[in-house]
């Protein structure tokens, strides 16, 4: 469950239910004060219990530092960072072996990984293995901002309501000010309501709902990433794809782009106080696998929870027949306003790691 | 520019107008015996100059194997096929080293590799450089082939006139044949012709217009892939990235989950003929990172290509000024036919290190 | 710190003193079912306080296994093993900032690290490390055991006192029983209790002895590693040399085969009840990076452990003057026989990682 | 057949009698004009053909450069390089499929490939495949040199007959200029002298013999490698492993520092205009897996080359019986005196690869 860039790598490891989780951060730099109060923030934003819209397991996910850092500083070591699991009700899953849920992963995962798959809470498939890459991502954070690259992200919509996008040309730090300023993470005050209203009856309803998170990197020189795979957009998309129900990424127009003509799409270059900028944006800061330096823009599509309260037909493994299903305990209706840090965290860790990689070379 | 999976790895090399490009495969299974006959034919349909839609630029595109074959078997040592570059006019490109095309990697390019480098003909960011890929995927196609596995792809849509898209059900080896039948690459010959007017209209208007490419993988087992960064999603998305032009991908129902409901959006599981099913398949054939055993359907977006014949703004990074640009000689007014069967070889790619890492595990 | 193999990989973490130490290992099969009394058996091995030969330090090193394992078994999820650091007394090292020890790491691990490297018993560099590098390679000792290979090593040397060489023909698992028996690991009981006197004469003089470990493998196929730099050499001597001290490595007749002529060196085939055997084991069980299906041996060379009572010469770093030092506190006179097992674990780690990538493949 | 540095990673392809070989390279700096003529120079010293002591095999070994190069610069894209094969004689190789030559690859490579294993020549296992790695490391070589560092090696035995050491305080650029005017590749002609009669003699004896290859760096930061598995001794050695015939790697002292105790092996501090050095370098500059800034020291051995010409047992392996096997057609008596330079080349990847990872850290 690595990822594993060029100059970070970052070993995830546990399972819902295990004794812990955590993550093995290597290849950051010795020398930097990480913020521990500032990263217990960050990963208050993933966390679950906090409001009406999401689970009612509560933890405090504070992890515990056993290696790496000294007197608040990166020592050069490998950081390794554990969250215990206290709160958990490992027998609500005992059903599911032999009754898989629809759409969720214990059914491959059991084809996978045989008997013994510890199938507890989604095992390693289950979304809270996102707190030890918010770990990690929120050192990244720290990190980057030190370098004067920000990363941001708000919830672009839940179901169909919407909020207002990133400006590619102006977004900045004071925008992200602005979600962090509005506690649900949406640009506009008026958008995050109607969408917690959404979510509250999709929860009344025993149902859930999907949404798309737009996230924003700014500060970024020109020139990090190549060509073919080594290109920044398969590393990001790679670590989008890497959280639990995501099902697309784009970047800048993304889809939509494949709508324009070229005369439509294309970013004329222009000049800015000595500074090479584009006149529109409609890449998203990416052209050829690389950054031109522009506002980075992506966006992630998460598919609604499949944990849902309503009765469903599933198969019996055991018995080779079909069957109904009702799941009960707790569920979230909608994963998306805990994953907005959760992209960050993963968008920030492809571009420290890009920026490491850069060190020394030419920038704009 | 590698392709680094975990069983095989793929060394693209060349620049648009180097002496030759290629690539070094390694980790394929000896004893497989390519049939390159059907390897040549899977190239002709990526190579230019075959009809109205396409370049100018005429190449036969046909690799030469320095090792890693013997007899029409691979050996076991790694495969080097080398693509000789013959018709180049280089001089077109001098003068984007001052004025950068605009939406091309020309200036991230400069920024990142300086004075020395290799310009022409977009050097290792052009399409170009898909032909080796289509060597890999084309190996990597033939020998899914024979575990069973079938990869196809299509033209989903050429700006807003679109094909029908594959039954996430039902898509078959047929569907292939009749995409091949077709010769433009979709499943619906009329929409076939209306996209072939629609390029034909950009050509004249000197524009050009974008796409997106829809592929599905069936006879897969399910359990490939794995939990987090180790997600088949990650690694496919990553591949398709890798891909000059490409702005998005998604998987299943992709950006369109995201406005569901969970009870819409889940798909039921049955038994069919002892084998379990899903009713429906908007997952695409991929949950928690990995295949349900359903046919894999993903589709990635194409932007418009930037070379178009229209007057655009740029810079001149030598005298800090803006200009004007005008592109002159042979452009492709749209890449996407061309791009079907570099999806199809990326996704093969993908898939098959995934079979192979596979080797004894259990399977559906 | 990781070990990367192409399936297996183990991600190590800690300093000697922080707050833990550990592995997260990846790559290993579910299902497998981990004897974890003999794993702490193995880890005693390696465990320091066990008698007059080593330091004074007493740590009982019991493995938690945080994640990975569910009711004994693998589960498929990576494993995450720690060791609580319990007794350390950091205070001990304040002083090496300034004035670093001789042929320790010091002085380069400040150069690299800068000054928040954790130098409290030597951080990263610690012999301690290899307690995680022992889980992990005790359980690929029980892997490698259940598909018929074993893998044992014994001190061969201590300064100038030999232990008898393992046959390189007739080595069986018999040998390690009686290495085992012995307690001090050598294959003659005699020649043990000479080198247990010369570490003991070391102690007394405050000064240190070096030895060599000799390791072998039996019961592997034929056919496992590569040409190149995909040898079986590159990795097992990559992974002995990850073992603190070690100053040489060498397979079969080693540094002596390049006093031997071809004549005398090349192994002859025979055949035996039907099997390809040689009929000297000159290679250690290696041609062309590959094993032959006979006994593979290696030797891996330790120097003094650099931590000795004598005053010694060294420099301040602050003030740029030559100083004298005198290193206070516990120190092993000698690592050797600790470092056994730890030349046991990476054997086994490169060899499951070979065997677990072999699956499918012929063997003799 | 990949060397895989954290910046720098060379494929290697080709069998010994494939249509050609060569190897793409990848992570290197743009900008950087390679000297060619000295390039050539450097591949000539490994060149067969060069005097009674090689294989009559006469090759020039040029190599065409496909990609990544631009008007002598690198260009930033990687740089694929070609020798074509020309002068082979495989039907010499036919027999080797039943009756595998002794200490040769043929048996294990037969089982680990199968029955289209493309044995001519010794398939990828050939000698002639250090051709493409003196490519890489000949350019990494003149990459180094440019940053202050310098790699030499000499042949510092052959059979019994042993040339002087180097001095590990005091070793220089003059010694590798020495080495270079000699011819044959030692410190001392008149021990040159010996080793090429001790070679002839095994030549008209239809034998072989082996020898050991003595390697320097100078010029190196302190602080280059890492902990454990990150140590340089493991990169450098697995490197060292990865030509053919190495059996044994040291460092320093190496084995003969098993027999030290520490007050003999410890390396003291003293300053020296203002730098750190030590008085003597038992260590090879190399402690705790990180260079000191003194210069590195490494040995590796070499078995005595398997051809040779008089009768052996072998066995046949269709039939499944011994018989007797004599092998025909040209081989070298010793290969010790062409690995020297490949020592140089694999040595320079490492180095450079460390180099180019320290971009931005404190040295000495």
Same mark, same amino acid.
């Given at each position: 469950?690595?990822?594993? !860039?060029?100059?970070?790598?970052?070993?995830v490891?546990?399972?819902?239910?295990?004794?812990?989780?955590?993550a093995?951060?290597?290849?950051?730099?010795?020398?930097?004060?990480?913020?521990?109060?500032?990263?217990?923030?960050?990963?208050?934003?993933?966390?679950?219990?906090?409001? *009406?819209?999401?689970?009612?397991?509560?933890?405090?996910?504070?992890?515990e530092?056993?290696?790496?850092?000294?007197?608040?500083?990166?020592?050069g070591?490998?950081?390794?960072?554990?969250? *215990?699991?206290?709160?958990?009700?490992?027998?609500?899953?005992?059903?599911?072996?032999q009754?898989?849920?629809?759409s969720?992963?214990?059914?491959?995962?059991?084809?996978?990984?045989?008997?013994?798959?510890?199938?507890?809470?989604? !095992?390693?498939?289950?979304?809270?293995?996102?707190?030890?890459?918010?770990?990690?991502?929120?050192?990244?954070?720290?990190?980057?901002e030190?370098?004067?690259v920000?990363?941001?992200?708000h919830?672009?919509?839940?179901?169909?309501?919407?909020? *207002?996008?990133?400006?590619?040309?102006?977004?900045?730090?004071?925008?992200?000010?602005t979600?962090?300023?509005?506690?649900?993470?949406?640009?506009?005050?008026?958008?995050?309501?109607?969408?917690?209203?959404?979510?509250?009856?999709?929860?009344?309803?025993?149902?859930?709902v999907?949404?798309?998170?737009?996230a924003?990197?700014?500060?970024?020189?020109?020139?990090?990433?190549?060509?073919?795979f080594e290109?920044?957009?398969?590393?990001?998309?790679?670590?989008?794809?890497?959280i639990?129900?995501?099902?697309?990424?784009?970047? !800048?127009?993304?889809?939509?782009?494949a709508?324009?003509?070229?005369?439509?799409?294309?970013?004329?270059?222009?000049?800015?106080?000595?500074?090479?900028?584009?006149?529109?944006?409609?890449?998203?800061?990416?052209?050829?696998?690389?950054?031109t330096?522009?506002p980075?823009?992506l966006?992630?599509?998460?598919?609604?929870?499949?944990?849902?309260?309503?009765?469903?037909?599933?198969?019996?493994?055991?018995?080779?027949?079909?069957?109904?299903?009702?799941?009960?305990? *707790?569920?979230?209706?909608?994963?998306?306003?805990?994953?907005?840090?959760?992209?960050?965290?993963?968008?920030?860790?492809?571009?420290?790691?890009?920026?490491?990689?850069?060190?020394?070379?030419?920038?704009?």
């Amino acid at each position: 469950m690595r990822f594993l !860039g060029k100059q970070v790598s970052v070993s995830v490891f546990g399972q819902s239910h295990s004794a812990g989780i955590g993550a093995v951060i290597e290849g950051l730099p010795a020398g930097f004060r990480v913020d521990e109060e500032r990263l217990q923030g960050f990963l208050g934003r993933r966390a679950p219990g906090q409001g *009406r819209f999401t689970t009612a397991r509560k933890e405090a996910d504070v992890p515990e530092f056993l290696s790496g850092m000294q007197d608040g500083y990166t020592c050069g070591a490998p950081i390794c960072a554990v969250i *215990r699991n206290g709160d958990t009700r490992s027998k609500d899953y005992d059903q599911f072996r032999q009754v898989p849920r629809p759409s969720h992963a214990d059914y491959p995962a059991m084809v996978k990984y045989g008997e013994h798959y510890d199938i507890r809470g989604g !095992g390693p498939f289950s979304g809270r293995l996102t707190a030890p890459i918010c770990i990690a991502g929120g050192i990244a954070l720290q990190m980057l901002e030190e370098k004067g690259v920000r990363v941001g992200a708000h919830i672009a919509s839940i179901s169909n309501q919407t909020d *207002r996008r990133f400006d590619p040309l102006r977004v900045s730090a004071a925008d992200f000010d602005t979600i962090a300023a509005n506690g649900f993470p949406t640009l506009s005050k008026e958008a995050g309501e109607e969408m917690l209203a959404v979510i509250e009856e999709a929860r009344k309803a025993e149902d859930s709902v999907g949404g798309t998170v737009e996230a924003a990197a700014i500060g970024l020189p020109a020139g990090l990433g190549g060509p073919l795979f080594e290109g920044l957009e398969s590393a990001l998309a790679a670590a989008c794809f890497a959280i639990p129900a995501v099902k697309g990424v784009e970047f !800048g127009d993304g889809f939509f782009s494949a709508l324009l003509k070229g005369s439509q799409h294309n970013d004329l270059y222009a000049m800015n106080q000595g500074r090479v900028v584009t006149k529109t944006n409609h890449a998203g800061g990416l052209v050829g696998g690389m950054t031109t330096g522009m506002p980075l823009i992506l966006r992630a599509a998460f598919k609604p929870t499949p944990s849902i309260g309503q009765a469903q037909q599933s198969v019996n493994l055991e018995e080779g027949c079909e069957t109904q299903l009702t799941i009960k305990g *707790r569920h979230d209706p909608c994963v998306v306003p805990r994953a907005v840090p959760v992209v960050e965290a993963v968008v920030a860790l492809v571009l420290l790691d890009a920026m490491l990689g850069n060190a020394g070379k030419g920038t704009d």
